[in-house]
């Protein structure tokens, strides 16, 4: 008899554990991790029959099928994520998350930490709302995001919408679109461009190469020293040609291009070195946009 209810009291015990909820903070990290796993079952038993993520003034709906499209387009980036940061408040869990993904390197914000205001409903993950991303450059995600959307309407326009097509389908073409603007240069329709470094004010000069390439271009220009002053010059012949250069010590830095025989100086400086090797490679790729996102006069 005390082995029978011995034996009854273990399954009730053993029963009850299998059965105990998740808490808040469980059921977050859980359904982070799932993603993380790719594993799709375990984020249905988190999520409840409807959730609604929100971005700014954007809701989207899903049921359970609609949001395993949303999990297979996310997958297509190899996106990533870590819980940086989690707390409960009123019922709900504000979480730090830093993502990482394919769409967020080539958007120049990766990882791309954000917080989150997630709501439950039956303890189930019913809402998730974007609070706010610290540290995240919109203006550059923009700048990226744009340039690759003109450039594929231009160039590729059976790809044109892959930006707003949030399925598995929509996001291999966003891959293939990144792909096809990084490298949109090949060898039978690529301008040769000499590429050449003059340093010391002049003094010193120095062919990098009469062929160059976008892996040359960024590679000279991240190995300079910009304590120092160089002048970074592109060219086809002697009257099409762009040039970046300064230091970041007194000078400062500027840009200046010569087309057909006639210059032009921008009207503000270049930010960043970064924001020189942007330049450059846009007079390398000839789509213009050096022009559109800087002033000369």
Not at 144 to 167: A, C, E, M
Not at 227 to 244: A, G, M, P, R
């Amino acid at each position: 008899m005390k082995n029978t209810f011995l034996i009854l009291f273990l399954l009730h015990f053993l029963s009850g554990c299998g059965n105990q909820k998740l808490t808040h903070k469980e059921t977050v990290t859980k359904y982070y991790n799932a993603f993380n796993s790719s594993d799709y079952n375990k984020i249905k038993t988190l999520i409840n029959d409807s959730i609604t993520i929100i971005e700014g003034d954007y809701a989207m709906p899903f049921t359970h099928d609609s949001f395993y499209e949303h999990f297979k387009w996310d997958s297509i980036f190899k996106s990533s994520y870590e819980v940086v940061e989690i707390k409960e408040k009123n019922n709900q869990i504000i979480v730090s998350v830093a993502a990482n993904s394919l769409r967020y390197e080539f958007l120049k914000n990766n990882p791309l930490t954000c917080h989150y205001k997630i709501s439950f409903n039956s303890g189930k993950i019913s809402k998730i709302e974007t609070l706010e991303c610290n540290g995240a450059d919109w203006d550059i995600w923009q700048r990226q995001r744009d340039s690759l959307v003109s450039w594929i309407n231009k160039k590729y326009p059976k790809l044109d919408g892959f930006i707003h097509d949030l399925t598995m389908n929509g996001a291999i073409n966003y891959l293939k679109a990144i792909e096809l603007h990084k490298n949109r240069k090949t060898a039978k329709n690529q301008t040769q461009m000499e590429l050449m470094v003059l340093s010391n004010y002049g003094a010193e000069e120095k062919i990098i190469s009469d062929s160059t390439s976008i892996e040359q271009i960024t590679k000279t220009m991240k190995n300079l020293n910009w304590n120092k002053f160089h002048q970074v010059i592109l060219s086809t012949d002697n009257n099409n040609w762009i040039e970046v250069g300064g230091n970041l010590y007194e000078d400062g830095l500027s840009s200046m291009y010569e087309e057909n025989g006639k210059q032009f100086i921008i009207n503000k400086p270049p930010l960043s070195i970064d924001h020189m090797i942007e330049i450059l490679i846009s007079y390398f790729n000839e789509d213009g946009e050096f022009k559109k996102e800087n002033r000369y006069e």
